[in-house]
């Protein structure tokens, strides 16, 4: 049925770019909380991680009347109605909010004493269980987000692994220039600050197009690398400075 409708074909192409889109959230913090561990241990939590989200993901989408259901009112408070979906939303942008603000502050102040102690192995459970959550949270987004572009599972289905193999593809090269410039760090960290008050909000029914987000994400970005270009060539020039004065 896909190969004789260009509408399918069509919606496919949208759904998997907008898939791979909400994945640069979760390839984000999946890379920051990775970074975190020996370096031997990194690409095995990155596949963990990532192979998660591709498994919740197919789960969400075999039980996706579940998840539609889940919009539905379950409380209302101050003539506000909450769902689950409301609940989940709010949930997961607290918890990447606090540990946004946790890793702003390890970077600002790493010798913290709150930060030591933990043993090898405690540490790649706490980052596999918190990579957990929040892809919990994500892969709710990327499911209600496809049954908002087509009806059909297989379109659904096919969208999802696409863009979670790309980000398998893209998890080393993301997290290797991450941990190379610290001060990417810290501008990740603050995309993730405002996708969780991003989430926190829709779960209150204030909806932020997303446009807007990954909008002001990309301008960051390029304000970013021309800094690191200009970082580069202020180097070089040093250095010829140098040569020239030896």
């Known amino acids: 049925m896909l190969a004789a409708s260009p509408e399918a074909w069509a919606a496919l192409a949208t759904l998997i770019v907008l898939e ?17 561990l020996p370096e031997a241990d990194r690409p095995r939590a990155r596949m963990v991680g990532i192979s998660a989200a591709l498994i919740l993901r197919l789960a969400l989408l075999s039980l996706i009347f579940v998840i539609v259901g ?27 909010v606090w540990k946004a603000t946790t890793e702003i502050h390890h970077n600002v102040d ?27 949270v994500f892969s709710m987004d990327s499911i209600l987000t496809a049954v ?48 969780g008050m991003v989430l926190i909000a829709d779960g209150f029914g204030a909806h932020v197009p997303k446009g807007y987000i990954y909008a002001a994400m990309a301008f960051s970005a390029l304000v970013e690398g021309l800094n690191m270009l200009a970082r580069k060539a202020r180097a070089r020039r040093r250095t010829a400075e140098q040569a020239a004065a030896d």
Request: charged share 10%; proline share 5%.
């Open 20 to 36: 791979v889109v909400l994945g640069i959230d979760n390839l984000i913090f999946i890379s920051i909380l990775t970074n975190r």
């Open 70 to 96: 889940l919009t539905a009112p379950v409380f209302t408070v101050f003539a506000h109605a909450f769902s689950w979906r409301d609940l989940i939303l709010i949930a997961g942008g607290l918890f990447l």
């Open 110 to 136: 790493p010798n913290d004493g709150a930060h030591k102690g933990p043993t090898k192995s405690a540490g790649f459970a706490k980052v596999i269980g918190q990579i957990l959550i929040l892809d919990l």
């Open 148 to 195: 908002g572009m087509t009806s059909h599972l297989p379109i659904m289905v096919t969208a999802v692994v696409v863009s979670v193999v790309l980000m398998m593809v893209a998890a080393r090269p993301l997290a290797d220039f991450i941990h190379a410039n610290p001060t990417v760090v810290m501008l990740a960290l603050g995309f993730l600050l405002m996708i």
